[in-house]
């Protein structure tokens, strides 16, 4: 495509080539009352691109509740959700994927993508303070795998400590589905004043258009377009489609926009992330109902003679498209002289539905901005679904069929050192935890991370849940318990569960089967947001997530990641996971069951890959939540840990490992020894509490109905279960801390 003349006719072939249908192009030729040339064609392939449009997602995403009464922005309105926190401030927060161009080059490709969710962040008026980020790599045990996880780590971790901003969590996951398509989700959150919002619009004809930041160059060409692709083993041909990241003038770009946001010139202001300078400019006009004139020759370039298209297509990092109102060009130009930032004008606001493109004089491309946008005239499809067949085959599994093996020891130990449960620690200790100071879990670990907000006792917990094997073994109720465990873990971590975003990771939406999990996902997430009153601000769907091998295309598991965030009223107050005292009594709160579906017990120990969902019931879940919020609000617990992948075993012993302390229980002989210790049953809590609030703490379970046992008590080191010994905590936690490094 490199060759192509920018006004030269556009062909059906060309168009079929860079991701449009033949009636898509169709389309666009009744739209323009035209054949469009191959700029103009080039533009409406990234802006209808699922990566831009959301054209097969967004019929079902409309169905998703997204009102509340802490709700700043409609979801989709700006670049990222917005609620309030009291006190004058807002938290902007968003999530967002960069999984193929971490498939084609790991370290630029997460780089990128911790860049572009802070730039989301901060065009916004708002101050990133603190990152999370979800990741799912393939067999641990390749090659292929370890080249991957070490270059989206390196790049991470790169990205973030130089840009400044502390990575307070996150979750890795492994999965052979994900062998040659991992998923590279990347979350940012930011404070601001509520009154200093930069709205992502254009107004006000003759206003100037400016491009700041980097200057443009050929990186990340048709790259949304490329996000709307399969990963084939060819793949490494579209290299180019991959930007490259600069932390440290991304700060730049932090600092001189946060300066100019507290100015009076601005009118409006977009990040260039996916398509550019046409998804910028387009967005902005469509917002405001206006136009834009932009002169190309005048857009900072890296390499010369550089043609119209590549200029508008390019997602070159670094850069935003500034608004500003005229007669203030030389204040806006200050701030960003100041900072060493180019500052250029590119053009102006005009009246009407129209953006023109130029370039040597010449008009490349006119087109309406409305026709080009998601809600304006992008196509928005209702496609076909229908249950695979492998649903019923799990729906066959039974745990009879799943003999308790002789040796729980054993059992114990191979969950602890399995990659999805294992100490993340190679991981994060790349990742700068501490930078601004506003990490309260540094010495106190929590299910959620938790970031001070300065100036106040609040503090926003936040968290990144899926687990991807519940979700492939139902859709609806994976996804209600990814929002559930999301909200779970910032409750027990002492915050009140705010809004959500999401970023939604399928295979192709034109396979019924994959939209069929889809589907049912959106089912199973507006039926937890509603229930635990998390309105959804906003995300993204990252459709295409699979990989074609040898022919054969290999879907990975359906994942929609769930970041949500919550307020703690008194950061002094926060609940951590890890165990006090010695003597402390143990209680497991919520239902036990004689379960072990979908559960790291049975995928990988026995081996058994066919089975539903755990255990699940939303009306319990939301109960137990009520019952946490009023304990830690009491202060009648010491330490709080909810059960999730390992189940109560893994449970206790994370409890124990971050404080070097033990535990003594004893079981339910009412359950399976394997389903009570190892099942992965929802809506369970582990509490400790001293010997002075066991009364008060009894007292007030019975006021909720929530099941309680007391199973054991806090010992000096050692894991003991039912008198028997799974080890000592130092044992132990070798075996957790360094299980991961010895596969890298």
Same mark, same amino acid.
């Given at each position: 495509? /490199? ?526 947001? /509603? ?12 459709? %295409? ?76 879940? %939301? ?107 130092? %044992? ?13």
């Amino acid at each position: 495509m /490199k060759n192509k003349s920018s006004l030269q006719i556009a062909t059906l072939d060309q168009a079929i080539e860079l991701g449009l249908k033949k009636e898509e192009f169709q389309e666009i030729c009744t739209i323009m009352g035209r054949t469009p040339n191959f700029t103009e064609m080039s533009i409406y392939s990234v802006m209808w691109s699922e990566h831009c449009a959301y054209k097969n997602s967004i019929l079902w995403l409309k169905t998703l509740p997204k009102d509340g009464p802490h709700m700043l922005v409609k979801a989709g309105e700006e670049n990222a959700g917005l609620v309030d926190i009291g006190d004058g401030l807002a938290c902007a927060f968003k999530i967002e994927s960069h999984n193929h161009p971490s498939a084609l080059e790991p370290y630029q490709g997460a780089a990128t993508g911790v860049g572009g969710i802070n730039r989301d962040i901060f065009t916004m008026g708002a101050r990133p303070i603190a990152q999370l980020n979800s990741l799912r790599f393939g067999d641990i045990k390749k090659d292929r795998t370890k080249w991957l996880l070490k270059g989206v780590v390196k790049g991470i971790g790169d990205y973030g400590n130089s840009f400044g901003i502390p990575v307070l969590g996150g979750e890795v996951f492994f999965d052979d589905s994900f062998d040659q398509n991992p998923l590279v989700n990347a979350f940012s959150a930011g404070i601001m004043k509520v009154d200093e919002l930069i709205s992502a619009t254009s107004s006000g004809p003759g206003n100037p258009v400016f491009i700041v930041g980097s200057s443009t160059g050929k990186d990340g060409i048709h790259g949304a377009a490329f996000a709307s692709k399969d990963i084939t083993e060819d793949s490494m041909d579209d290299l180019p489609a991959v930007q490259v990241g600069d932390p440290f003038q991304e700060k730049l770009l932090l600092e001189a926009s946060l300066e100019l946001s507290k100015s009076d010139a601005i009118v409006g202001m977009q990040d260039m992330g996916a398509a550019g300078i046409t998804c910028s400019s387009s967005e902005m006009s469509a917002a405001g109902g206006v136009g834009m004139k932009i002169d190309l020759d005048k857009v900072p370039t890296r390499q010369d003679d550089m043609k119209g298209w590549e200029i508008l297509l390019s997602e070159s990092q670094e850069r935003m498209l500034v608004v500003v109102e005229k007669g203030k060009e030389d204040e806006v130009k200050a701030i960003f002289d100041k900072w060493d930032l180019n500052c250029e004008q590119i053009g102006e606001v005009t009246e009407g539905d129209k953006l023109e493109f130029f370039q040597h004089g010449e008009l490349i491309a006119s087109l309406s901005p409305t026709s080009l946008v998601l809600g304006g005239g992008a196509p928005q499809y209702e496609r076909e679904y229908k249950e695979p067949a492998y649903y019923n085959e799990y729906k066959n599994f039974k745990i009879e069929d799943v003999e308790v093996p002789s040796d729980l020891v054993e059992v114990g130990h191979f969950l602890l050192k399995q990659p999805n449960i294992c100490s993340k620690k190679w991981v994060y200790e790349q990742y700068d935890s501490m930078v601004g100071t506003n990490n309260i879990n540094t010495n106190a670990p929590s299910n959620a991370g938790i970031a001070l907000i300065k100036g106040t006792k609040k503090g926003i917990a936040m968290t990144v849940d899926c687990n991807s094997r519940y979700v492939n073994a139902d859709p609806e109720v994976g996804t209600t318990i990814a929002v559930s465990e999301a909200a779970r873990n910032i409750v027990v971590s002492g915050g009140n569960p705010s809004a959500v975003t999401n970023c939604l990771n399928f295979g192709n939406p034109y396979h019924p089967e994959s939209y069929w999990q889809f589907v049912g996902a959106i089912k199973g997430m507006s039926a937890a947001c /509603k229930k635990f009153s998390t309105p959804v601000t906003g995300g993204n769907v990252s459709f %295409y997530n699979q990989s074609i091998v040898d022919g054969k295309e290999v879907p990975v598991f359906p994942t929609p990641t769930i970041g949500m965030i919550g307020l703690v009223d008194d950061v002094e107050k926060s609940m951590s996971m890890n165990f006090k005292n010695i003597g402390d009594a143990i209680y497991l709160l919520g239902h036990s069951k004689n379960d072990i579906s979908s559960s790291e017990y049975l995928y990988n120990f026995h081996n058994v890959k066919a089975s539903t969902a755990p255990y699940f019931n939303l009306e319990e879940e %939301y109960e137990l939540h009520q019952l946490i919020k009023q304990l830690i609000s009491d202060s009648l617990i010491n330490a709080a840990h909810d059960c999730a992948d390992g189940g109560l075993f893994v449970t206790l012993a994370e409890m124990g490992m971050s404080a070097n302390l033990g535990f003594k229980v004893k079981t339910n002989s009412q359950y399976r020894k394997d389903a009570y210790l190892f099942g992965e049953a929802q809506g369970r809590v582990v509490v400790s509490v001293s010997d002075e609030s066991k009364a008060n703490f009894e007292s007030l379970i019975k006021e909720f109905d929530v099941p309680c046992e007391a199973i054991g008590k806090v010992n000096d080191g050692n894991f003991v279960i039912d008198d028997e010994s799974f080890g000592k905590v130092s %044992y132990c936690k070798d075996i957790y801390d360094n299980a991961l490094a010895s596969h890298l």
